[in-house]
Structure formats: structure tokens, C-alpha cells
């Protein structure tokens, strides 16, 4: 099963099998890792599932949709380049061993 | 205190159930946590049912809160598939229907509601599909395959996602609307139209003002139906949302003050202190709203199962949160906030023909809701905005070059 590598605000890092088909953010909440909430149940919806990717792996994700986008514009920790609702991503094996950085605040 | 912890025991395991569980434990409750829900799954989200799920492959792991290894690692004791038949408030004990009796110190009902039945004659009863649980989807995802025309009875939510989904499943779909709009109760008129217009844009058959009057079934597996305004539809699968009721039968049998829902105070205890309840069960007096109020919403139940756990963990909290919602029908996310019971103002910010539009609702100048169509970014400056009791300016609030959160700062 591919892996992702969550690292908190403190840094630590979690390494999680996440089958292909869930996104990020169901992988992380599922596995009660605190650091993302989810509490649109991944509909995109709320933005409190943003995390930063690594930058290896900023090209190899789905294209971002327009809402997406706006909600990034109000997350609770600020917007960088490498910005993604980690509900947009579903795991593929392409993304085995990806990087995300979760933010101080949701 | 008693020499032996009993612990909590929840009933119900949807989102309020789950979020009890979750907060207790993340709260530093350290005694026993048993959780009792009829439904044979482990704890999983329903909003996805009537969504995306059919579309999204249909896996049900997809939609547990957690997976299996949670609720051992937080020792969580699980009765799944059984459902909770009395209560004994006096020696605080909950019987189940497997003859097990479980011990609590406080009880937490997060029983949810029932769905309401069509009215049908029984030959056809069992043969109506409804969407509640994961076991209900399943049934229509194994018939949805060889079905091609669908009758949706309901125009609410549940009702419309479902409509959606069939459509983008390629199945044809009409819609039987009792009322005058779809949605009534829950959006706006003018967001209710640019809805009907959409789903009749995107192939749906909706009749208003419409119903079942008589059903028969065919002899190729199908029903006909005779609608009281005298149509006549042939399909092969029936669908209903209705709405639901409020499961209060263990309530009531507790003899728990119940009135169209469990009553709970702002701390979301019942009439006996030892228990609470949350969720869609549940009514309440919201500071929001001027008379008692029952809320059918994620939100509402993860909310109240925060102010309940915080409660029992001795911090004590309100529940006093400002309600919010969602839906998704074709591209269209649909995002409320706020209670809009009694505005008598609506202001559109953005256009109706861009498919992308807020409308911020007020009763006199006070914004009390801010209903949203594919503007998310706004639903969630909305949301801070109602929390604050700030209330934009009829200009602003039309005005798309002030950002919603902006007005935050003042």
C-alpha cells in the first residue's frame, strides 16, 4: 500500500499506508492523526484539511478547482505555493512516499 | 463519587456519537466508553450516502470516521448491531436487545431520527428505497445497475442529491414535489428556483405540487404511478425522502420530557442530569432562534457532542454554536449559514447566470444568514462574520470588491 509521510507543526512525522482511491485527508483523520480536521467530510467545503505538499510531489497532483483556490485565500494558517486541501488529493501509486506538512491552525 | 467507574455509554454512532467519543477521550477522560448502535457497521459518515458516494466507487471504508484499530488503541467497547431497548434511570443501567445490561454513569442518546415511510400499500412497502444508512445504499446501488427510470419522491435535500446522482449515473429521473419549491423549508425562493432550474437543465423531470396517489406494481418487476395531479409514471425503481422523525422512543419510555425531539438544555442534558442527548433527536432553545429548534445537520450533532464530553470532563460549556450546512447537487455546492427563519431582506452578491452567488439574509440590519452557491470562501467568512454578530452593510455585502473578511477586523 502506498505511503504518506504527515509531518506536524512540531515537526514529527507520520508514516501511514493510505490505499489508493482515499485522499490524504480521509488517511490522516481515519488514522486519528490530529493536525487535520475534515469537518466537511472531504466535499471541499471548509478548508480544514490544508496542508503543505512537498515540492517533488506539487506536480504530480490533480489540477486545482476554482473552489479550491478561493478557499485556500481563507485558511486559518497562511496560504504558501505549496498549499492543497488534502481533500482533493486521492492516493495514487505515483504519490507513494509523499510529504505534507500540516499547518499550526486549521 | 463511587468506588467503580461505570463510564459513559453512548447510543448512537453517527457523527454526534462518534464526536463524544472522540472529544472524551481527547479531553483525558480515562474511564470505560462503550458505544451501542444498531447499525452493524463501524462508526461511518452518512452525508456521502445521498453524494458522492455512488459516484466515487461506493467503497465503505471511504466513510468510516476511523478505522478499527482506533477504537481498541482508545479502548472503546463496541455493541454494533445491537440496539438499545430500555433505560433504568434510577440504577443507571441501559438494556440492550441482546439481553446485555451496561452500567453508566452519564448516558449520552445520539439516536438520530427514523426515516418517515411512504405511504404505500404493503405488497410495495418493502419494495420502496430510502437513504439513511449504508445497508440502504448498498440495496439501491445492487438494483441501480439494471434500473433505468427512477421516481424520487421528495424535493428536499436527500431527495435532489439523489436525483443528481442518478442523473450523472445516466438513469432517467423525475421528482414528485408535494409543495410549491423545492427545498422549501431550507433555502431561499429565489435560491430554490435557480436549484429547479438547474436540475431541469440537467435532465430531471421535477413536478410540483405533486404526490402519490395510487401505486401499483408491474408485471415486469416495475411500478406505475398515479400521481393526484393525474399523471402517469412507469418506473423501475421508487425512491423517497420525506423527511424523518425524531427517534425519542427510548426517551419517552424513560420517561424523559420530550416535545418533537428530546429536550435538551444549553448544556445539552436532558431532564435527568446523568443524561445527555445531541443531534438530530434533539431540540433546543438556540440563542438564534426565538422558539425551540430541532437541527438536522452535521454540524449541529458534532457541536453538541463537544459541549457534552467538555461537560462531562467537568469544563463546563454551552452549546450556542452558529448552525451551518451543506449540499451537493451536480456542480453546484450549496452552503448555509445562519438560521434564516424571519429575514425580510435578501442581498445578492454576485450573479445568478455565473452559477457562483452569496445571499446574505437580514432581519432588519442584522445579517442573520448567508446562503451560498459554489462560493465556499464566502460560506466561510460567513460563518466568522454571523459568529461575531457582524452584520456588512446592504452595499457591502453586494459588493464583490469588499473581501467578507475584511469586515472581520473592525
Redesign the interface.
Known amino acids: 500500500m502506498p505511503k504518506v509521510v504527515y509531518v506536524d507543526f512540531q515537526g514529527n512525522r507520520n508514516e501511514l499506508e493510505v ?1 489508493n ?2 485522499t490524504l485527508m ?1 488517511g490522516a ?4 492523526l490530529d493536525g487535520i480536521e475534515g ?9 480544514t484539511c490544508h496542508c503543505y505538499v512537498d515540492e517533488a510531489y506539487l506536480d504530480k497532483l490533480p489540477e486545482m478547482s ?2 479550491e483556490d ?2 485556500l ?2 485558511t486559518a494558517s497562511e496560504r504558501l505555493g505549496s498549499s492543497r486541501l488534502s481533500c482533493q488529493i486521492r492516493m495514487t501509486d505515483d504519490l507513494d512516499g509523499i510529504v505534507v506538512q500540516l499547518p499550526e491552525e486549521q | 463519587m463511587g468506588s467503580k467507574v461505570a463510564g459513559v455509554v453512548i447510543i448512537g454512532g453517527g457523527h454526534a456519537g462518534f464526536q463524544c467519543i472522540d472529544s472524551l477521550r481527547k479531553g483525558g477522560y480515562a474511564g470505560p466508553i462503550t458505544l451501542v448502535d444498531a447499525d452493524p457497521h463501524l462508526p461511518y ?1 452518512r ?2 450516502l445521498s ?2 458516494y455512488l459516484l466515487e ?1 461506493a ?1 465503505p ?2 466513510l ?4 478499527a ?2 477504537y481498541s ?2 479502548s472503546v467497547n463496541l455493541h454494533l448491531g445491537i440496539a438499545a431497548a430500555a433505560i433504568d434511570r434510577e440504577r443507571h443501567t441501559v438494556q440492550l436487545t441482546n439481553g446485555l445490561s451496561l452500567s453508566y454513569d452519564q448516558l449520552v442518546l445520539a439516536p438520530g431520527a427514523s426515516i418517515r415511510p411512504l405511504r404505500v400499500p404493503d405488497e410495495i412497502a418493502d419494495q420502496v428505497h430510502y437513504i439513511k444508512t449504508l445497508g440502504d445504499i448498498d440495496r439501491i446501488n445492487t438494483q441501480l445497475g439494471t434500473a433505468q427510470n427512477l421516481v424520487v419522491v421528495g424535493g428536499g435535500f436527500i431527495g435532489l442529491e439523489f436525483a443528481a446522482t442518478a442523473r450523472k449515473l445516466g438513469k432517467n429521473v423525475s421528482v414528485l414535489v408535494r409543495g410549491p419549491r423545492i427545498m422549501n423549508q431550507n433555502v431561499t425562493p429565489e435560491l430554490s428556483r435557480f436549484m429547479l432550474e438547474q436540475h431541469r437543465a440537467h435532465g430531471a423531470d421535477i413536478q410540483l405540487n405533486t404526490s402519490i396517489e395510487t401505486v401499483s406494481r408491474l408485471d415486469n418487476g416495475g411500478f406505475e404511478i398515479l400521481t393526484t395531479d393525474g399523471r402517469t409514471l412507469s418506473c423501475d425503481m421508487l425512491v423517497a425522502g420525506i423527511g424523518v422523525t425524531p427517534d425519542t422512543r427510548l426517551a419517552e419510555a424513560a420517561g424523559l420530557e420530550c416535545d418533537e425531539g428530546i429536550v435538551v438544555d444549553a448544556g445539552c442534558r436532558t431532564s435527568d442530569p446523568a443524561i445527555y442527548a445531541a443531534g438530530d433527536a434533539v431540540c433546543f432553545t438556540h440563542p438564534l432562534a426565538d422558539t425551540r429548534i430541532r437541527i438536522e445537520s ?2 449541529n450533532a ?1 457541536d453538541q457532542a463537544k459541549v457534552i464530553a467538555a461537560n462531562i470532563l467537568g469544563k463546563p460549556a454551552e452549546y450556542d454554536s452558529a448552525p451551518w450546512f ?1 449540499s ?1 447537487q451536480y456542480e453546484f ?1 450549496l ?1 448555509m449559514a445562519g438560521l434564516h427563519a424571519g429575514y425580510d431582506h435578501v442581498v445578492q452578491r454576485g450573479t445568478t447566470e455565473s452559477g457562483k452567488f452569496t445571499l446574505f439574509l437580514y432581519r432588519g440590519e442584522r445579517l442573520i444568514a448567508v446562503h451560498t452557491v ?4 464566502d ?3 460567513a460563518r466568522k462574520l454571523l459568529a461575531a454578530g457582524i452584520s456588512p452593510s446592504f452595499d457591502e455585502a453586494a459588493d464583490e470588491n469588499v473581501k467578507l ?1 475584511s469586515l472581520l477586523k473592525r
Open positions: 490505499a482511491g482515499m480521509q483523520v481515519m488514522n486519528g469537518e466537511c467530510s472531504g466535499s471541499c467545503a471548509c478548508a476554482e473552489n478561493e478557499l485565500d481563507g | 459518515q452525508p456521502p453524494k458522492g466507487g467503497d471504508d471511504t468510516l470516521f476511523r478505522t484499530a482506533y488503541e482508545q452535521v454540524q458534532v451543506w451537493d455546492k452552503q459554489n462560493k465556499p470562501a460560506h466561510m467568512a473578511n
